[in-house]
């Protein structure tokens, strides 16, 4: 009975099969590509190179995020006790608690009204736990999906 199934299973594979086929390479744009760098065929969309950023142009919107973020937290009521100890700089906030955690915290937007958003954590106490890229993704997404519950 089984070995029937399996029969009938290979049989309905192979007449699909031939839809599996890939494609044969496009030998002519393939050497174009490789010999003059682009295909001329193709539609041009738009697409153009970014100028890096000068230092000057980073620098300035590190000021002005600073500033953001200096005058809203000095705005803020509800401040938790332990969250009062922070420090500003390079456009974020920096929060120390004592032998728990530190937590780094910066707006995305100038508007008034733009959320916080964490930049950065680290534990401060010992023995400190190795945490993966995976879960500090993870705790970065819950915290910031609280952030923006408040």
Do not use: W
Not at 82 to 98: C, E, I, K, S
Not at 107 to 135: G, H, L, N
């Amino acid at each position: 009975m089984v070995y029937e199934e399996a029969r009938r299973a290979l049989a309905v594979l192979k007449e699909e099969a031939h839809n599996f086929q890939i494609q044969n390479p496009d030998l002519a744009t393939a050497a174009e590509v490789l010999s003059l760098g682009k295909v001329k065929s193709f539609p041009n969309i738009g697409y153009e190179v970014t100028k890096p950023l000068r230092r000057k142009q980073i620098l300035s919107t590190l000021c002005r995020l600073s500033r953001t973020v200096t005058i809203r937290l000095a705005l803020e009521d509800g401040l938790p006790l332990p969250l009062r100890n922070y420090r500003v700089q390079d456009g974020r906030a920096t929060f120390v608690v004592q032998n728990e955690f530190e937590v780094d915290l910066s707006v995305v937007q100038e508007a008034p009204t733009a959320p916080f958003r964490i930049v950065d954590f680290r534990f401060t106490f010992s023995p400190r736990p190795t945490i993966t890229e995976d879960k500090r993704q993870e705790i970065e997404f819950i915290a910031n999906a609280e952030i923006d519950k408040n």
